[in-house]
């Protein structure tokens, strides 16, 4: 016979005073199977504790209910409690009368019988429990890094200072990311390249860190402690191990294209490095442009290489390999301003994005640093910059706030000035937003040099006799506003990446409705995610500017850190569990997994007086993180999520309608 | 199969022009049509300001009258356009609404057609068919490509084209021969709703519109909605007047149709002297 | 004999209704169904279900609970009071078939309660079977359109009239209840005749002299693979047979309180036999419709003296693969030979 | 006719002279001799058995779930779909089927021959017409009037390709739409009226379970609505557990419904099952943008989803 | 239906948007009618639509479905399915005679404790002006 006991806390008065808790132990003593019943004060406290220990031993309980708040308040506070006492602690069940009763109800007519269903479910359901025991899965540890950005860069470091192997793969022929094309950095002006280069330096020396380049993650399997990742890495067509970087190869190329480092803004080789510190410092054949390739002709490069790294046979190569935890630092990319019509951009040459000025700027950018106008080279005199181009728009681009920009366009207009001095600079702005540390005094000194912002959005631009007329409005005098410029620069938005989706699915994570990947919880788990073991860093989460996605990166690292200190980790019980009896087989269960837990397994069992083999479905408690949607997939009642049973449901509705 | 035609008020009045034009033109181009028989005024320019179950009803009822012949509706005027696709789309989205109307109406809306602009049909029936029915070359005529607002805004509903960047109407108009001048007030505001109550502000629109197209090479400026039309024929005060034609009437002379059929005649700047000197008419 | 004209039928049945429950056949979507009377009746067709029903209810309440042993029980749900069950228009078959249930229900060690009493007080009317349908087979069982078995009255029908012959006291009480209805005179002579010649399709292919005997030695006969290969393992032959008589008694608890039923139960589904341990005696459908047959056939004559059959054809019409009565009788046959 | 059933015979025959089946699902003449029912061949001795199934022809495709394998089947298009869901639904391996498809007139439902002709000796298919034989003679009665539910929402009278015999004597019956104004009418009445009407209909289940074995979508081992822990479903067969049942029947096949009828006809009380059926698929149609939603798929129309899925909930 | 009749609300939400949603409720101390008992489930993805009908024939006068706002599902996609499940069976039991206003879905997440009130406050001004359920229900 199943012997619960009924705990009732009165949480001082913040149960007991709307709720007749008296009342409610007594009719909770005539729920058939409760054999014990008794009020607390507080029964979170020490004492309380100690009564629910000690009516355990004396009683003989061999199932709980506490009725107080909420489970997701105490519910582990009383597991923990009742397997101190030698008691499962998955038999224990809450019954949430504070939170769903006593706070939100004030007449004690109403709120104690509704008390009195809420004990009656928790009875029904935990007379329906069973033991349950997490089960251990072991841990390897070893970290994969997907994306060799500054978030890439700094968890991989991180985490191998630790002591623990990290492969970054970057699917770029270089790793550096974003962070390598900037010129200058917020707030503090430094170059981006002197901070960047040695860190990138750093990674690949290091020798717990080993770095993939121009390769990209195709499939992930497993789960926590033990995914099993492959990777493909691209053919370079050069032998990295033979090739000195001399660069000759570079210089013979005679096909080149827009060079995607430059933005489009200059061009570079079909054998290339994306830049002159790239690390690997080896160069890459794009295989799409080469003539050796597209042609079957060529092969200069092949020739002119002194120590015969050219290698037009090489192939990709794909590898397999297990990793504990994985974090994803697979950065942002530039929102597409051509949708913005009224803009022009691509229409008018001289109307460029922030990124493109960037490069500009950049002394190692096409203009060596000197910023010329893309259309007749001329030095810009009058320069606009508009800001929250496909951000904060829900029209035509993202609602949310893209946060670098501000500061980045501060920071450019600044740039302007320090190259430029006679230049003048208008900024349209909706708001400036310069919370961090430093941010507004940078902002500030962007105004005194002579920055005009004006509030406002622009509404067309359009050329005029060698110029851009930009017409906008200034909504703090209410006129229009109608500039002269030489050149515009669009801030244009943080986006996730066009792929975002597809390697959330192959990491199993959720994303946002723009395909920012989604944190485990926004404040207090800012760096997890719903997939254990799946950790995130940088730009892929949504848009942040570089302190921040090296913090980040960080924490991320602290995370695997910690889940590398375990040797094996213990698994929720909670999890799917087939009846294999009643199981047909049809696996459509396993099409609603979210993790993939699902797979099938052929039994053998005897039917009459033959043996017969067949196929159920089983379940890896290793990946099932509990959500049951496999159970209403499953017509057959076969598969059951433990602890939340069909039977314990249907018995909780059941005594919900008494 | 073929379309429900429906001209509205305007082009039974200072657009007539663009009736018979748009007639000759789809005649020419063998689109078969039919007037919406028992149609009636869509609304425009006023009812939506006063009360919206009215300003959906007035399009609806038309719609539903095309809806029962089984053909898409479709309609010359850019206002009428605005207000059918505004009320189709408003019914489509919102059964409160629908229900509303169709106790005004009795009769159901399903809302199984889009409703058309013209330009939507000739697009349908393809600028390079057009193109080949051509007769008439429009050699050496700098087209100013007007859009104004009704056709491309609000483009929740109205997407007749990319609103700051159209480009639909050129094509449409390069079939004849003719050049369309990259210039940049195609979308801007002619204000004609407001050419009566604020006679100067629309003066200085309007003027502005056709400096900026004399700015940019153009000869004339070719649009598709009544009230742009008149508004830029009677209201533009630069040193150079340009003819504002209709797209129809342009199509129609490239098919070698009579100016006179096209209505031509009718317009406040001379439209026939500059086909003269090009020698287009 | 005492007759009434069809059209005065259904006030006729009006009136029983304040003194009996009546259960009668009536259109009900496609299909015309025996069930309580609820203003309706159709007299033409003969109903997919039987009439068991009236007697022995698909599903019954037999109490409700409240309380706990330790709090105490409290029964409520008694059975008494009714209304007696007037059958109208039974066919021969169905009235025959009545008998058979009543020595399942009312004869023996333990006569059941709630049959009983149902059954006490009852009247069936029997109509003559004027046109037989091709699935009925009621003459290989010695039933004939015009048997008098287990009916309380018989009623013969011609073009515009009924007429009643009481052939019990139950069913002169009934006449006699309802005189104002019915008027003196006549006898449908022609219909008497009609009803004696009235020929059964399918009397000449069934054959069921020695049948009992013959399946004594074919229990483990190969014919049972064969016809059960076939059976879908529904139980629409034994719910609707007017002589299948299982049922199952079962709770369902709420809380403290509770309902006990008593509901059919079909041999034809396979956990009918299922053991609390997980054994199954009859684990397939070859054992199930080996026990189908051979319980009409072969027990029931060993057990009551007849067969459990009546020659209905309801099995023919309801089973949509073709395995019925009719088609065992027939495969048994040419098995034994 | 004549000529498909000796190509059947012989396909049948071969299958298992070749060696590519044990066991043989096909139909073959009845009780009656103008009606078939489902045979389990064991030899290629019994093809001569086999029929075409001119009236009342049950669906196979259930049978093969406990047909010693290889097993071969014969279908027409109805009939292939329920292959297809058993495959889909892996209950059944396509490689242990050997299957023979046929093309398909229609098949005459002898519940639509008028009472007045019973005493049926024979039927005939003549033209665009059937010919009832009785003892009083012949009658003729248009094809299309006495042809089953099914058939007049058919997917196509063609055999089905995905076969490994394909019989196909040109005389398929036209695909047919499947008309939803049955549903039209339910969707059009008051709650309450509907409410009426199903608990009418209801009151006539006997739970014989003859839809449901009866299903090549229901097929799973052992269904849940028979297990006494959790019960879904109780014993008592009254109202509210008739609503369960059908719900729950109705809801388990949703999206997985091959249109087939089987249910209906089995129903040996007349209820409407596919008005049930048919109202999910139409939605899944409608709602998913599905095509055709009773065309068995890789997945299961609930077993995936739409970002974009319509949002009626807030 | 006496005056103070209560419907019963029976309100299946998952653990991580909606259940906490109701957890905000009470934090946050607003009050709302006692007509609705929560059955917590991990996800929507877990509520079986049958537990519905189960509901119904037990005596609830109306169902409360609620899960995270699709796309925040903790399991990623759980409510997403849910979503496809019950636009289905709400339709279908409307189709059965069930008055769609007995039964209601809504996304509710774990902020929304405000929004958990309402629904909560408006489903039972409904209901109650419906008075109890009848159909399905069965009769003890």
Redesign the interface.
Same mark, same amino acid.
């Given at each position: 016979m199943i012997r619960v006991g009924v705990f009732v806390c009165w949480c001082g008065s913040n149960i007991a005073g709307t709720v007749d808790v008296g009342k409610v132990a007594e009719e909770a003593a005539r729920i058939p199977g409760v054999v014990h019943v008794e009020q607390n004060k507080y029964t979170c406290s020490d004492p309380g504790q100690d009564s629910i220990r000690k009516a355990i031993k004396e009683h003989r309980l061999d199932r709980v209910v506490v009725a107080a708040c909420s489970p997701r308040m105490h519910e582990n506070t009383f597991r923990k409690c009742a397997a101190s006492a030698g008691l499962n602690p998955y038999l224990v069940e809450m019954a949430n009368i504070r939170e769903h009763c006593s706070w939100v109800h004030s007449d004690m007519s109403v709120s104690t019988p509704k008390a009195v269903d809420i004990v009656r479910r928790a009875v029904a359901k935990v007379k329906r429990c069973v033991p349950l025991h997490p089960s251990t899965i072991p841990v390897e540890k070893r970290a994969l890094v997907i994306g060799g950005g500054i978030a890439g860069i700094q968890a991989a470091l991180d985490i191998a200072e630790a002591g623990y192997d990290v492969t970054v793969v970057e699917r770029e022929p270089t790793i550096g990311g974003r962070m390598a094309q900037l010129d200058k950095t917020f707030p503090t002006l430094d170059c981006s390249s002197c901070i960047l280069t040695p860190k990138m330096v750093d990674a690949a020396s290091h020798p717990g860190i080993r770095i993939l380049t121009y390769a990209e993650v195709e499939e992930i399997s497993g789960y926590v402690g033990n995914f099993e990742v492959r990777v493909r890495k691209r053919a370079r067509s050069v032998d990295e191990a033979r090739c000195t970087a001399c660069g000759i190869c570079i210089l013979k190329c005679p096909t080149s294209r827009d060079s995607e480092f430059n933005m489009g803004l200059g061009t570079r080789k079909a054998i290339y490095m994306p830049f002159p510190q790239a690390v690997p410092n080896k160069p890459t054949i794009d295989r799409e442009i080469c003539r050796h390739f597209t042609a079957g002709k060529c092969g200069i490069c092949q020739k002119v290489c002194p120590s015969g790294a050219v290698d037009f046979s090489q192939e990709d190569q794909v590898l397999t390999e297990k990793f504990g935890a994985v974090v994803a630092a697979t950065g942002a990319t530039q929102f597409s301003v051509e949708v913005y019509g009224e803009y022009g951009y691509g229409r008018y040459p001289d109307v460029i994005t922030g990124l493109e000025l960037e490069r500009l700027i950049s002394s190692t950018g096409p203009t060596d640093g000197k910023i010329r106008r893309p259309s007749d080279g001329k030095i810009p005199k009058t320069v606009v910059f508009i800001k929250c181009v496909g951000s904060r728009d829900e029209n035509k681009g993202y609602p949310y706030c893209s946060k670098a920009c501000c500061m980045y366009t501060a920071k450019h207009a600044i740039l302007l000035k320090e190259k430029i001095p006679s230049a003048s600079a208008y900024v349209f702005y909706m708001d400036v937003r310069a919370g961090g540390k430093d941010y507004e005094e940078f902002y500030k000194r962007s105004q005194e040099m002579g920055t005009r912002y004006v509030r406002g959005r622009v509404s067309r631009i359009y050329p005029l006799d060698g110029k851009l007329i930009v017409q906008g409005e200034d909504t703090l005098l209410g006129e229009r506003v109608e500039v002269e410029a030489d050149l515009v620069v669009l801030a244009a938005a943080m986006v996730p990446q066009p792929d975002a989706p597809e390697m959330a699915r192959k990491l199993g994570i959720s994303y946002n409705q723009y395909g920012f990947f989604s944190e485990a919880h926004p404040k207090l788990r800012p760096v997890e995610t719903n997939t254990a073991g799946v950790f995130l860093a940088g730009t892929c989460q949504g848009p942040k500017d570089i302190p921040e996605t090296v913090a980040q990166a960080s924490a991320a690292a602290a995370k695997v850190i910690s889940l590398f200190a375990k040797s094996e980790l213990s698994t929720n019980p909670n999890v799917a569990s087939v009846d294999e009896s009643l199981c047909s087989g049809c696996l459509w269960c396993s099409n609603v997994c979210p993790y993939k837990a699902i797979e099938e397994k052929i039994i053998t069992e005897r039917a009459g007086k033959e043996t017969v083999t067949r196929t159920v479905a089983s379940v890896n408690t290793g990946l099932c993180q509990g959500c049951g949607a496999c159970t209403v997939a499953c017509r057959d009642g076969a598969m059951n999520l433990l602890g939340f049973t069909n039977e314990q449901i249907l018995a909780e509705v059941e005594a919900l309608c008494l | 199969m073929g379309y429900a035609y429906y001209p509205g008020c305007s082009l039974h009045g200072t657009a007539k022009e663009y009736d018979m034009s748009s007639r000759a033109c789809l005649d020419f181009l063998g689109i078969q049509y039919r007037e919406l028989p028992d149609w009636s005024c869509c609304g425009a320019s006023s009812a939506h300001s006063v009360d919206h179950t009215l300003a959906v009803s007035l399009p609806a009822r038309n719609l539903t009258l095309a809806e029962q012949m089984n053909l898409p509706l479709m309609t010359p005027c850019a206002a009428c356009y605005s207000r059918l696709r505004g009320a189709h789309h408003a019914l489509r989205s919102d059964p409160g609404l629908a229900k509303k109307v169709l106790t005004v109406l009795g009769s159901e809306y399903k809302g199984r057609y889009e409703p058309l602009s013209i330009l939507d049909v000739l697009y349908q029936y393809g600028p390079e068919a057009v193109g080949e029915k051509v007769t008439k070359k429009l050699k050496e005529l700098r087209v100013a490509c007007y859009y104004g607002c009704l056709l491309l805004r609000p483009p929740d509903y109205a997407k007749f084209d990319d609103p700051e960047n159209p480009g639909k109407m050129e094509r449409l108009v390069e079939t004849t021969g003719a050049s369309a001048v990259d210039w940049p007030h195609r979308t801007e505001c002619c204000g004609a709703s407001l050419s009566l109550s604020d006679t100067k502000l629309v003066v200085s629109l309007a003027t502005s519109i056709v400096d900026m197209a004399v700015r940019h090479g153009a000869e004339c400026i070719v649009t598709a909605c009544p009230m742009c039309q008149a508004n830029l024929d009677m209201r533009q005060r630069g040193r150079t007047k340009l003819p504002v034609y209709y797209v129809t009437e342009l199509l129609g002379l490239a098919f070698g149709l009579e100016p006179k059929r096209l209505g031509l005649t009718t317009h406040m700047v001379n439209a026939i002297s500059l086909l003269r000197a090009k020698q287009l008419a | 004999m005492l007759h009434i004209s069809k059209h005065n039928l259904l006030s006729l049945l009006t009136h029983a209704s304040s003194s009996w429950q009546v259960f009668c056949p009536s259109k @009900?979507?496609?299909?015309v169904?025996f069930?309580w009377f609820e203003g309706t009746v159709d007299t033409v067709a003969i109903p %997919?279900?039987s009439c068991k029903g009236a007697f022995l209810p @698909?599903?019954e309440e037999l109490f409700?609970y409240r309380g706990?042993p330790e709090?105490g029980l409290s029964l409520t749900g008694g059975f008494d009071g009714q209304k007696p069950v007037l059958i109208f228009f039974a066919r021969p078959c169905d009235a025959r078939a009545l008998t058979l249930l009543d020595r399942v229900f009312l004869e023996g060690e333990y006569a059941d309660d709630r049959y009983r009493s149902r059954r006490a007080r009852s009247v069936v009317v029997t109509v003559g079977c004027k046109s037989p349908? *091709?699935t009925c087979f009621c003459t290989a069982f010695g039933i004939g359109p015009d048997s008098k078995a287990g009916s309380d009255v018989f009623v013969y029908e011609d073009e515009t009239s009924l007429y009643f012959e009481p052939l019990t006291e139950g069913g002169a009480g009934f006449v006699a209840a309802h005189l104002a209805y019915l008027a003196e005179g006549g006898t449908p002579v022609s219909v008497m005749e009609e009803l004696r010649r009235a020929e059964l /399709?399918l009397a000449g292919r069934i054959w069921v002299e020695g049948m009992a005997e013959m399946l004594d030695s074919m229990f483990d006969h190969p014919v049972w693979e064969k016809m059960s290969?076939?059976c879908?393992? $529904? +139980?629409?032959c034994?719910?609707?047979c007017p002589t299948c008589y299982c049922f199952?008694v &079962?709770d369902?608890p709420? +809380?403290? !309180? +509770?309902?006990r039923?008593r509901?059919? *139960?079909?041999c034809q &589904?396979? *956990?009918f036999m299922l053991m609390a341990g997980g054994h199954n005696p009859r /684990?397939?459908r070859k054992e199930r419709v080996r026990q189908r047959f051979m319980h009409k056939f072969n027990y029931g004559v060993k057990r009551q003296g007849d067969y459990l059959c009546v020659g209905c054809g309801r099995c023919?019409?309801? $089973?949509? %693969?073709?395995? !019925?009565a009719?088609?065992a009788l &027939?495969d048994l046959k040419e098995a034994g030979r | 006719m004549n000529d498909l059933r000796e190509q059947l015979k012989e396909a049948v025959a071969s299958a298992f002279s070749q060696g590519r089946v044990r066991s043989f699902v096909c139909l073959e003449r009845g009780f009656y001799p103008f009606a078939t029912m489902p045979a389990i061949l064991h030899s290629g001795s019994d093809a001569d058995r086999v029929e075409i199934g001119l009236a009342d022809a049950p669906l196979l495709a259930k049978y093969l779930l406990d047909m010693p394998k290889p097993a071969g089947i014969v279908v027409r298009s109805c009939d292939a779909l329920g292959v297809s869901r058993l495959i889909r639904d892996r209950r059944v391996k396509r490689e242990d089927l050997y299957i023979i498809s046929i093309s398909c007139p229609g098949v005459v439902d002898t519940a639509k021959i008028p009472m007045s002709m019973h005493r049926i000796t024979a039927l005939e298919k003549a033209g665009d017409a059937l010919i009832v034989h009785t003892a009083l003679g012949p009658t003729e009665l248009p094809w299309s009037s006495v042809l089953l539910d099914r058939c007049l929402a058919c997917v196509s009278g063609a055999a089905s390709t995905d076969a490994d015999v394909v019989l196909d004597d040109g005389r398929g019956k036209p695909p047919a739409p499947v008309d939803y104004s049955e549903i039209d009418e339910v969707e059009h009445m008051a709650p309450d009226e509907r409410y009426a009407m199903w608990e009418k209909e209801f009151a006539k289940c006997i739970r014989c379970f003859a839809c449901r074995n009866a299903c090549p979508a229901c097929s799973c081992r052992k269904c849940s609505l028979d297990l006494p822990e959790p019960e879904w479903l109780s014993r008592a067969v009254i109202l509210p557990e008739q609503f369960m049942f059908h719900f729950t029947r109705a809801y388990h096949v949703a999206g997985r419904c091959v249109g087939c009828g089987e249910c209906e006809r089995a129903c040996p009380v007349g209820l409407p099952l596919m008005k049930l059926n048919r109202k999910f698929t139409r939605d899944i149609e409608t709602l998913f943008g599905v095509d055709d939603a009773r065309i068995p798929r890789d997945v299961e129309v609930l077993g995936t989803f739409l970002p974009d899925d319509p949002e009626e909930f807030c | 239906m006496s005056l103070d009749w209560q419907p019963k609300i029976v309100g299946f939400t998952c653990n991580w948007c909606s259940y906490a949603g109701a957890d905000l409720a009470g934090t946050s101390r607003m009050s709302y009618p006692a007509s609705v008992r929560i059955i917590r489930v991990p996800c929507s993805g877990r509520i079986n639509p049958v537990f519905v009908i189960r509901a119904f024939q037990r005596g609830a006068d109306g169902v409360l479905v609620a899960g995270c706002h699709p796309g925040d599902c903790h399991y990623s996609t759980g409510n997403m399915y849910a979503r496809r499940r019950f636009l289905i069976a709400r339709r279908f039991m409307e189709y059965l005679g069930m008055d769609p206003a007995r039964l209601e879905i809504h996304w509710i997440s774990a902020s929304e404790g405000q929004k958990f009130q309402e629904v909560i406050k408006n489903m039972t001004d409904r209901i109650h002006a419906m008075g109890p359920n009848r159909k399905m229900r069965e009769i003890l």
């Amino acid at each position: 016979m199943i012997r619960v006991g009924v705990f009732v806390c009165w949480c001082g008065s913040n149960i007991a005073g709307t709720v007749d808790v008296g009342k409610v132990a007594e009719e909770a003593a005539r729920i058939p199977g409760v054999v014990h019943v008794e009020q607390n004060k507080y029964t979170c406290s020490d004492p309380g504790q100690d009564s629910i220990r000690k009516a355990i031993k004396e009683h003989r309980l061999d199932r709980v209910v506490v009725a107080a708040c909420s489970p997701r308040m105490h519910e582990n506070t009383f597991r923990k409690c009742a397997a101190s006492a030698g008691l499962n602690p998955y038999l224990v069940e809450m019954a949430n009368i504070r939170e769903h009763c006593s706070w939100v109800h004030s007449d004690m007519s109403v709120s104690t019988p509704k008390a009195v269903d809420i004990v009656r479910r928790a009875v029904a359901k935990v007379k329906r429990c069973v033991p349950l025991h997490p089960s251990t899965i072991p841990v390897e540890k070893r970290a994969l890094v997907i994306g060799g950005g500054i978030a890439g860069i700094q968890a991989a470091l991180d985490i191998a200072e630790a002591g623990y192997d990290v492969t970054v793969v970057e699917r770029e022929p270089t790793i550096g990311g974003r962070m390598a094309q900037l010129d200058k950095t917020f707030p503090t002006l430094d170059c981006s390249s002197c901070i960047l280069t040695p860190k990138m330096v750093d990674a690949a020396s290091h020798p717990g860190i080993r770095i993939l380049t121009y390769a990209e993650v195709e499939e992930i399997s497993g789960y926590v402690g033990n995914f099993e990742v492959r990777v493909r890495k691209r053919a370079r067509s050069v032998d990295e191990a033979r090739c000195t970087a001399c660069g000759i190869c570079i210089l013979k190329c005679p096909t080149s294209r827009d060079s995607e480092f430059n933005m489009g803004l200059g061009t570079r080789k079909a054998i290339y490095m994306p830049f002159p510190q790239a690390v690997p410092n080896k160069p890459t054949i794009d295989r799409e442009i080469c003539r050796h390739f597209t042609a079957g002709k060529c092969g200069i490069c092949q020739k002119v290489c002194p120590s015969g790294a050219v290698d037009f046979s090489q192939e990709d190569q794909v590898l397999t390999e297990k990793f504990g935890a994985v974090v994803a630092a697979t950065g942002a990319t530039q929102f597409s301003v051509e949708v913005y019509g009224e803009y022009g951009y691509g229409r008018y040459p001289d109307v460029i994005t922030g990124l493109e000025l960037e490069r500009l700027i950049s002394s190692t950018g096409p203009t060596d640093g000197k910023i010329r106008r893309p259309s007749d080279g001329k030095i810009p005199k009058t320069v606009v910059f508009i800001k929250c181009v496909g951000s904060r728009d829900e029209n035509k681009g993202y609602p949310y706030c893209s946060k670098a920009c501000c500061m980045y366009t501060a920071k450019h207009a600044i740039l302007l000035k320090e190259k430029i001095p006679s230049a003048s600079a208008y900024v349209f702005y909706m708001d400036v937003r310069a919370g961090g540390k430093d941010y507004e005094e940078f902002y500030k000194r962007s105004q005194e040099m002579g920055t005009r912002y004006v509030r406002g959005r622009v509404s067309r631009i359009y050329p005029l006799d060698g110029k851009l007329i930009v017409q906008g409005e200034d909504t703090l005098l209410g006129e229009r506003v109608e500039v002269e410029a030489d050149l515009v620069v669009l801030a244009a938005a943080m986006v996730p990446q066009p792929d975002a989706p597809e390697m959330a699915r192959k990491l199993g994570i959720s994303y946002n409705q723009y395909g920012f990947f989604s944190e485990a919880h926004p404040k207090l788990r800012p760096v997890e995610t719903n997939t254990a073991g799946v950790f995130l860093a940088g730009t892929c989460q949504g848009p942040k500017d570089i302190p921040e996605t090296v913090a980040q990166a960080s924490a991320a690292a602290a995370k695997v850190i910690s889940l590398f200190a375990k040797s094996e980790l213990s698994t929720n019980p909670n999890v799917a569990s087939v009846d294999e009896s009643l199981c047909s087989g049809c696996l459509w269960c396993s099409n609603v997994c979210p993790y993939k837990a699902i797979e099938e397994k052929i039994i053998t069992e005897r039917a009459g007086k033959e043996t017969v083999t067949r196929t159920v479905a089983s379940v890896n408690t290793g990946l099932c993180q509990g959500c049951g949607a496999c159970t209403v997939a499953c017509r057959d009642g076969a598969m059951n999520l433990l602890g939340f049973t069909n039977e314990q449901i249907l018995a909780e509705v059941e005594a919900l309608c008494l | 199969m073929g379309y429900a035609y429906y001209p509205g008020c305007s082009l039974h009045g200072t657009a007539k022009e663009y009736d018979m034009s748009s007639r000759a033109c789809l005649d020419f181009l063998g689109i078969q049509y039919r007037e919406l028989p028992d149609w009636s005024c869509c609304g425009a320019s006023s009812a939506h300001s006063v009360d919206h179950t009215l300003a959906v009803s007035l399009p609806a009822r038309n719609l539903t009258l095309a809806e029962q012949m089984n053909l898409p509706l479709m309609t010359p005027c850019a206002a009428c356009y605005s207000r059918l696709r505004g009320a189709h789309h408003a019914l489509r989205s919102d059964p409160g609404l629908a229900k509303k109307v169709l106790t005004v109406l009795g009769s159901e809306y399903k809302g199984r057609y889009e409703p058309l602009s013209i330009l939507d049909v000739l697009y349908q029936y393809g600028p390079e068919a057009v193109g080949e029915k051509v007769t008439k070359k429009l050699k050496e005529l700098r087209v100013a490509c007007y859009y104004g607002c009704l056709l491309l805004r609000p483009p929740d509903y109205a997407k007749f084209d990319d609103p700051e960047n159209p480009g639909k109407m050129e094509r449409l108009v390069e079939t004849t021969g003719a050049s369309a001048v990259d210039w940049p007030h195609r979308t801007e505001c002619c204000g004609a709703s407001l050419s009566l109550s604020d006679t100067k502000l629309v003066v200085s629109l309007a003027t502005s519109i056709v400096d900026m197209a004399v700015r940019h090479g153009a000869e004339c400026i070719v649009t598709a909605c009544p009230m742009c039309q008149a508004n830029l024929d009677m209201r533009q005060r630069g040193r150079t007047k340009l003819p504002v034609y209709y797209v129809t009437e342009l199509l129609g002379l490239a098919f070698g149709l009579e100016p006179k059929r096209l209505g031509l005649t009718t317009h406040m700047v001379n439209a026939i002297s500059l086909l003269r000197a090009k020698q287009l008419a | 004999m005492l007759h009434i004209s069809k059209h005065n039928l259904l006030s006729l049945l009006t009136h029983a209704s304040s003194s009996w429950q009546v259960f009668c056949p009536s259109k @009900q979507g496609s299909t015309v169904n025996f069930g309580w009377f609820e203003g309706t009746v159709d007299t033409v067709a003969i109903p %997919v279900n039987s009439c068991k029903g009236a007697f022995l209810p @698909q599903t019954e309440e037999l109490f409700t609970y409240r309380g706990t042993p330790e709090t105490g029980l409290s029964l409520t749900g008694g059975f008494d009071g009714q209304k007696p069950v007037l059958i109208f228009f039974a066919r021969p078959c169905d009235a025959r078939a009545l008998t058979l249930l009543d020595r399942v229900f009312l004869e023996g060690e333990y006569a059941d309660d709630r049959y009983r009493s149902r059954r006490a007080r009852s009247v069936v009317v029997t109509v003559g079977c004027k046109s037989p349908l *091709d699935t009925c087979f009621c003459t290989a069982f010695g039933i004939g359109p015009d048997s008098k078995a287990g009916s309380d009255v018989f009623v013969y029908e011609d073009e515009t009239s009924l007429y009643f012959e009481p052939l019990t006291e139950g069913g002169a009480g009934f006449v006699a209840a309802h005189l104002a209805y019915l008027a003196e005179g006549g006898t449908p002579v022609s219909v008497m005749e009609e009803l004696r010649r009235a020929e059964l /399709p399918l009397a000449g292919r069934i054959w069921v002299e020695g049948m009992a005997e013959m399946l004594d030695s074919m229990f483990d006969h190969p014919v049972w693979e064969k016809m059960s290969a076939r059976c879908r393992g $529904c +139980g629409a032959c034994t719910y609707l047979c007017p002589t299948c008589y299982c049922f199952s008694v &079962f709770d369902a608890p709420r +809380g403290t !309180h +509770g309902k006990r039923y008593r509901s059919w *139960d079909s041999c034809q &589904f396979s *956990d009918f036999m299922l053991m609390a341990g997980g054994h199954n005696p009859r /684990p397939t459908r070859k054992e199930r419709v080996r026990q189908r047959f051979m319980h009409k056939f072969n027990y029931g004559v060993k057990r009551q003296g007849d067969y459990l059959c009546v020659g209905c054809g309801r099995c023919i019409r309801a $089973c949509s %693969v073709g395995l !019925h009565a009719a088609s065992a009788l &027939f495969d048994l046959k040419e098995a034994g030979r | 006719m004549n000529d498909l059933r000796e190509q059947l015979k012989e396909a049948v025959a071969s299958a298992f002279s070749q060696g590519r089946v044990r066991s043989f699902v096909c139909l073959e003449r009845g009780f009656y001799p103008f009606a078939t029912m489902p045979a389990i061949l064991h030899s290629g001795s019994d093809a001569d058995r086999v029929e075409i199934g001119l009236a009342d022809a049950p669906l196979l495709a259930k049978y093969l779930l406990d047909m010693p394998k290889p097993a071969g089947i014969v279908v027409r298009s109805c009939d292939a779909l329920g292959v297809s869901r058993l495959i889909r639904d892996r209950r059944v391996k396509r490689e242990d089927l050997y299957i023979i498809s046929i093309s398909c007139p229609g098949v005459v439902d002898t519940a639509k021959i008028p009472m007045s002709m019973h005493r049926i000796t024979a039927l005939e298919k003549a033209g665009d017409a059937l010919i009832v034989h009785t003892a009083l003679g012949p009658t003729e009665l248009p094809w299309s009037s006495v042809l089953l539910d099914r058939c007049l929402a058919c997917v196509s009278g063609a055999a089905s390709t995905d076969a490994d015999v394909v019989l196909d004597d040109g005389r398929g019956k036209p695909p047919a739409p499947v008309d939803y104004s049955e549903i039209d009418e339910v969707e059009h009445m008051a709650p309450d009226e509907r409410y009426a009407m199903w608990e009418k209909e209801f009151a006539k289940c006997i739970r014989c379970f003859a839809c449901r074995n009866a299903c090549p979508a229901c097929s799973c081992r052992k269904c849940s609505l028979d297990l006494p822990e959790p019960e879904w479903l109780s014993r008592a067969v009254i109202l509210p557990e008739q609503f369960m049942f059908h719900f729950t029947r109705a809801y388990h096949v949703a999206g997985r419904c091959v249109g087939c009828g089987e249910c209906e006809r089995a129903c040996p009380v007349g209820l409407p099952l596919m008005k049930l059926n048919r109202k999910f698929t139409r939605d899944i149609e409608t709602l998913f943008g599905v095509d055709d939603a009773r065309i068995p798929r890789d997945v299961e129309v609930l077993g995936t989803f739409l970002p974009d899925d319509p949002e009626e909930f807030c | 239906m006496s005056l103070d009749w209560q419907p019963k609300i029976v309100g299946f939400t998952c653990n991580w948007c909606s259940y906490a949603g109701a957890d905000l409720a009470g934090t946050s101390r607003m009050s709302y009618p006692a007509s609705v008992r929560i059955i917590r489930v991990p996800c929507s993805g877990r509520i079986n639509p049958v537990f519905v009908i189960r509901a119904f024939q037990r005596g609830a006068d109306g169902v409360l479905v609620a899960g995270c706002h699709p796309g925040d599902c903790h399991y990623s996609t759980g409510n997403m399915y849910a979503r496809r499940r019950f636009l289905i069976a709400r339709r279908f039991m409307e189709y059965l005679g069930m008055d769609p206003a007995r039964l209601e879905i809504h996304w509710i997440s774990a902020s929304e404790g405000q929004k958990f009130q309402e629904v909560i406050k408006n489903m039972t001004d409904r209901i109650h002006a419906m008075g109890p359920n009848r159909k399905m229900r069965e009769i003890l």
